[in-house]
């Protein structure tokens, strides 16, 4: 009954590949997020959808593109990975005019070689 | 856009004693949230304050905020070795006319030994 579930949990890449992390949350919000933790444990917000739209891109590089086929899913595509991108990427839900917080993910943590 | 800062950045306590955190923010927000992360894990959510409360409760956890200060406290009572984790603020950021995100600090380690 995993509320934000993520995959893969680890994935390891070598420079120049493009991989996909997916997350499906079954909470029915109405929000999704991506946000990259760096080795530094810092949070920062990548991409922010609601009901299917973009609300929120923060300075990403075009190489990560967020695709939400559904509002219970929010996939991210990430093209020409490179070392930087290593890290550990979460996925979490909100809903919109509530004040529970958000659900998080349990991570996929990239590391690119 | 980092919007919190945490103090201290790490903390050892013994089990039993009260671990107090501290977080600060830049601009004016509704609320204000706190988040437990455990290693290797996802993170938390433990409380929220709106903007107009002073102090809240949940179990062990104490919060404050201070909005003229912009800042807030953490406090957990009676220690367990299972407290240990590391502890963000978060804070709700108006992005764009369309949504908001969170914005978290960059955390408190805690490190709880019995």
């Known amino acids: 009954d995993t509320a934000v579930s993520q995959t893969p949990k680890y994935l390891v890449t070598q420079m120049g590949n493009d991989k996909s992390i997916k997350c499906e949350q079954n909470l029915g919000h109405d929000t999704m997020y991506w946000y990259k933790q760096d080795s530094k444990k810092f949070l920062k917000i990548m991409f922010s959808y609601n009901n299917k739209e973009l609300i929120i891109n923060e300075t990403v590089p075009n190489r990560f593109s967020p695709k939400s086929p559904d509002k219970a899913h929010l996939n991210l595509h990430i093209n020409s990975l490179e070392l930087g991108d290593s890290a550990v990427y979460f996925c979490a839900s909100s809903q919109t005019g509530t004040v529970h917080g958000y659900t998080f993910g349990s991570g996929t943590r990239l590391t690119v070689v | 856009s980092q919007q919190g800062e945490e103090d201290p950045q790490a903390l050892s306590i013994q089990e039993g004693e009260n671990a107090t955190m501290n977080c600060s923010y830049k601009?004016?927000?509704?609320?204000l949230q706190w988040y437990r992360q455990n290693s290797g894990r996802g993170l938390v959510h433990l409380i929220l304050i709106r903007s107009n409360e002073r102090e809240k409760h949940s179990g062990r956890l104490r919060v404050t905020l201070d909005t003229s200060k912009k800042s807030s406290s953490l406090l957990i009572t009676a220690s367990r070795a299972a407290d240990t984790a590391s502890y963000f603020c978060a804070t709700d950021l108006q992005a764009n006319q369309a949504g908001t995100a969170l914005i978290f600090g960059k955390g408190t380690t805690l490190s709880v030994s019995s």
């Open positions: 601009t004016s927000i509704n609320n």
